[in-house]
């Protein structure tokens, strides 16, 4: 799955994957305009599909190893690759979207949680920390910070409000492959592997549980669950280093 060694990227190959990343990044709000309570999953992974060939791109996850989907789709218990079908969205549900998108040969790959109408106050407190999370792990991806330093900020994040992080699913390297090296883990000691160097891009997806942080395999041989049945959060940046700091190619926490 990975080619081995951390490809770096040049200035100009950044500017295209921008490209992929802003047509992710709309993807993934338009997708969450969507979600409320009667919706399927399914009509979500169309509406992905047709966006995504409107602006001249292939969704990525589509074909991978088999996957069936545009989008991952994943309620609840269920933390990441659920594929989308029947499941009807209800109230107080959470969904976990993850999109992957292709453009001119540069891979975007970026994830957000949604509520499903109002949810409850151990949801929301949820959605907060796995955001927070994120944007903490995304925050240490400068040059000279180490790639513990990415892992030890989002699980201390993510533990400081009582949660577990997920530690057998990680990030990962993106580019012209979806997963490229480094494999980049949710926990970890600040200071230690790689050493981040401007034109490294990372996929940072901080998968946290309310229990424990173990996972099961669902029956379709992709849906992954919390063990314990608890609630989970998946959110997503692709992430570049640069010599002026993070910049996040996925920007779907902004407006369009
Ligand atoms: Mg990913």
New binding site residues.
Partial sequence: MYRGGIIKKSAEQLEEMAVAGTIQARCLRMLRSKVRPGVTTRELDEAAERFIASQGAEPTFLGYHGFPGSICASPNSMVVHGIPGDYVLRRGDLLSI?V?VTKDGWVA???ITAGVGEIDGVARRLLETTEAALNAGAAQARPGNHLGDISHAVQERTERDGFSIIRTLV??G?GRE??EDPQVPNFGQAGRGPKLEPGMVL?I?PMVNVGGPEVRMGPDGWAVYSSDGSLAAHF?F?VAVTAEGPRILTPWHLDP
Avoid: F, I, L, S
């Fill in positions: 993850d992957g790959d970026a994830a990030g990962h993106v979806m997963h996929a997806e997503e692709t």
